[in-house]
Nanobody, 114 residues
Framework: QVQLVESGGGVVQPGGSLRLSCGSSGSIYGLATMGWWRQTPGKERELVALIRSGDRLEYSDSVRGRFTVSGDFPTSTVHLEMHNLKPEDTGTYYC????????WGQGTQVTVSS
């Protein structure tokens, strides 16, 4: 069973930066997309950033220009560079990788607070 492991969350002041990383314990057959979602209490999980095979990128309007997603499909590794963080970026960030099957990480907490 493939598992995704995220790292890089933490507590940062507004305006600060963090880098999240996600790796896979095994190969994901037909891997087509890798991305990051976030969830806050009482809200549905929302897409933050996505990279598709061929390096097509998608961002939510709330993070475009501040966050950068990058990844390496052969190694099933995806990163999220987050800059100029705002309190509303606070939440649990989940990595998702999808090929013939979909896999989610366990989540990593990001807290933006002064």
């Amino acid at each position: 069973q493939v598992q995704l492991v995220e790292s890089g969350g933490g507590v940062v002041q507004p305006g600060g930066s963090l880098r999240l990383s996600c790796g896979s314990s095994g190969s994901i057959y037909g891997l087509a997309t890798m991305g990051w979602w976030r969830q806050t209490p009482g809200k549905e999980r929302e897409l933050v950033a996505l990279i598709r095979s061929g390096d097509r990128l998608e961002y939510s309007d709330s993070v475009r220009g501040r966050f950068t997603v990058s990844g390496d499909f052969p190694t099933s590794t995806v990163h999220l560079e987050m800059h100029n963080l705002k309190p509303e970026d606070t939440g649990t960030y989940y990595c998702r990788q999808r090929g013939l099957r979909e896999y989610w990480g366990q989540g990593t907490q990001v807290t933006v607070s002064s």
